[in-house]
């Protein structure tokens, strides 16, 4: 009867450990397919209202993130980052700035053959914790080497008294 009871938790063990993971792997893929690149007439920066002011968002409305203290050098984010920090990537062609949208739009080599956002010559990101647009979850977080800042229309950092972000952080 014991070896029967501890099969049994075995088993449900497994199959619980399975599910987490599943879960997991899920909650990484979505909204938008993180991991494909926009195609050319898709990528439209435009500016979204979040819970810390108005940043700069992707094609899904899902804000854009710089790690500070990275800006002016080459894409640092790679392993682990990009799971949590996945890159803003696009096809071939220019992306496009929306209304509202005074920042400078570009683009670099993200390997592999794929380009990266970049804005005001910094590399862009999304953050896995925002799940829908309008969310602003990854801004001020400090993982990966720095702080992760979302970016203003004009393309900053939200930074203390920068006049986006009603928390002062």
Known sequence: ??????????????VAAAALVAA???AYASPGALGT?????????RTSPTGVGTVLAGPSGRTLYILVGNQGKDIACSGGCLTVWPPVTIDSRSPQAGSGVT???????AGGGTLQLTVSGDP?????GDT????????????YGGIWEALQPNGQPLTPGA????YGY
Do not use: F, W
Request: charge should be neutral; hydrophobic fraction near 40%.
């Open 1 to 14: 009867m014991r070896a029967k009871l501890e099969h049994r938790a075995l088993v449900l063990s497994v």
């Open 24 to 26: 997991c792997g899920s």
């Open 37 to 45: 690149a926009a195609t050319a007439d898709q990528m439209t920066i």
């Open 103 to 109: 920042a400078s739009l570009s683009t670099a080599p």
């Open 124 to 128: 862009v990101h999304y953050y896995v």
């Open 132 to 143: 829908a647009a309008g969310l602003s979850n990854g801004e001020g977080i400090s993982s």
């Open 163 to 166: 006049g986006g972000n009603p």
